[in-house]
């Protein structure tokens, strides 16, 4: 298998994640409306030697580090495809790496247009995760 072959294959794999994170939203649905969609299908990129990792400003204003993802758009002509950030946070809402406990994976306003070509392959994750809303923890 050729590394053109894998390149379309990362381009249409992407392209088939994004049509079926549409249809979680439930934005395409004529008589359903109902607020339990989930509106992102996070991944990982991995180049075959390492996992694709980017910076940017949490919605606090924090720097962060992050190798999890949301796609936006795809152009497979060019294959690139614009991705937003996803912020993982443990169980009290602080930011960890992905290797540690993370809880929840916050969405933030920060975004890549990213070259697919030098991918290899993606690893979808739990669409549960993105929002997760944090446990209430009442005092004794």
């Known amino acids: 298998m050729g590394e053109e072959h894998k390149v379309v294959c990362i381009c249409k794999d992407l392209q088939q994640l994004l049509e079926e994170q549409k249809n979680l939203s439930f934005e395409d649905f004529r008589f359903i409306c109902d607020d339990f969609g989930y509106d992102t299908i996070p991944f990982i990129l991995s180049t075959g030697k390492c996992q694709f ?65 030098c991918f290899k392959s993606i690893q979808p994750l739990s669409p549960r995760l993105v929002n997760r809303l944090l446990p209430i923890v009442e005092p004794k």
């Open 53 to 117: 990792e980017a910076f940017g400003w949490n919605n606090n204003g924090n720097f962060f580090t992050t190798n999890v993802f949301r796609l936006e758009a795809i152009d497979v002509r060019k294959c690139c495809a614009t991705v937003s950030l996803l912020e993982p946070v443990d169980i009290d809402g602080y930011p960890v790496d992905l290797c540690d406990h993370v809880f929840s994976l916050r969405t933030t306003s920060n975004c890549l247009v990213i070259d697919l070509t």
